[in-house]
């Protein structure tokens, strides 16, 4: 009938996904479960010849990191780098050549030149197992001197981030595959692959607050490295695993995996998510940090909008936060629809008090209410209200994509270091 309200929006995450054949089992036993400097993963086995799995370009599975699939280097055997650069000579000065130097590795801005600190080694889809050499591959201490370098380049100014984004998230990746031919997986690279996570979430919540053409393919290869990296983490904490051991920030990365489930485009797992916390060791499964994301996911699940904006608020770290802002501005539109669908017309509700609820400032509710097909007023005290029972309201495809900010003192104050 033409005068009949529509049920409130609720929005309906999705908690499995078919379509992926990627999954993380973390709690399977390691036969590796003591830390050495740099030790092969496979030294010991008739495999010892395919390199293993690492984040930024293979498949993992529930006892050991899977094959490459995206370049061909099954047939190293026992490589040991010895560049002690962070760009080997030969690829440096190719790229000079071919003027094929990115803006951070200009030296005082030549396009034809850079220099032993400036450049980075470039990553490399296909490599010739024929040409490889020693001389082409860093050793652990050399990358990590390159992660340290490409971290604090973070927050350069000088470029747009999509730029500083761009570079440093192609330098990873190379990162990881000169970790990966050397079957690389002590401790050390625990450690690593903790800051290459913690890059991926920030960069994609510095990637919101940016706009060009390119800005969605950057997110959508940002975050499928993202969940591959996540993998090899998973897999690296039980190769690292001793009896009763845990890493200090094991529990939070594997609460990010689950708080990635808000997002059902940004799913990667090939089972349901209740399969795979039977997979979780029940210390972390107890951890502060999974009982929040398991709670917060239960709260936008059942509509909880205002348990699941404030708990995010009070409790959540600024890495989890990162995760979660992009279901914040869906959870607001269910609260949205819900007043007005359920308010009492002769009385609108007031934007004060959305304002509260919402955690946003009182010209971005407005606008907000803007943006989802509703109109405001102002009362006769001169206050801004939201009158109720309105029929205009709507969801865009793809969902509200202008940043709202949640308001928190507390989320201003952080700082993350990588």
Known sequence: MAGRSQPPYRPRPNFSSSSSSRSFHPSQPSRNSQSHPTKNVNSSTPNSTQIQNNASDKKTSSSSWGKSIDEDIDDIQNLVGTCPFMC????????????????????????????????????????????????????????????????????????PFEVVHDFIFDRMRSIRQDLSMQNISCSRVVSMYERMVKFHIISQHKLRRCSG????????????????????????????????????????????????????????????????????????MKSTEMN????????????????????????????????????????????????????????????????????????????????SGLQTSVDEEGNSCLPTKQTTLIHPKGGLHKYYPLESERFERFSVEL
């Open 88 to 159: 080997p000579v030969e690829e440096r000065e190719k790229r000079e050549r071919l003027r094929d130097l990115a803006v951070f590795e200009r030296l005082h801005g030549n396009p034809r030149q850079s220099s032993p600190s400036l450049a980075v080694k470039k990553f490399c889809r296909t490599i010739s197992v024929k040409t490889l050499q020693d001389s082409d591959v860093r050793p652990l201490s050399v990358l990590e001197d390159t992660l340290n370098y490409l971290c604090n380049l973070l927050d350069s100014t000088e470029h």
């Open 213 to 284: 053409s390119n800005i969605s393919s950057l997110s959508y290869l940002n975050m499928e490295q993202l969940t591959k990296a996540l993998a090899t983490l998973f897999n690296l904490y039980e190769a690292n695993r001793t009896t009763a051991s845990i890493f200090k920030n094991e529990a939070e990365f594997f609460s990010f995996y689950v708080l990635l489930h808000l997002d059902s485009k940004t799913q990667g797992t090939g089972e349901t998510l209740s399969l795979w916390f039977r997979r979780v060791p029940s210390h972390i």
């Open 292 to 371: 929040f994301a398991r709670k917060i996911l239960r709260y936008f699940k059942l509509g909880f909008y205002k348990k699941f904006i404030h708990t995010t608020e009070s409790e959540a770290s600024y890495l989890q936060y990162c995760i979660i802002e992009p279901s914040i501005n869906e959870v607001r539109a269910l609260a949205i629809s819900c007043v007005n669908y359920g308010g009492y017309k002769p009385q609108p509700f007031p934007l004060a008090t959305l304002s509260k609820l919402l955690m946003m400032k009182e010209w971005d509710v407005a606008s907000f209410c803007n943006d």
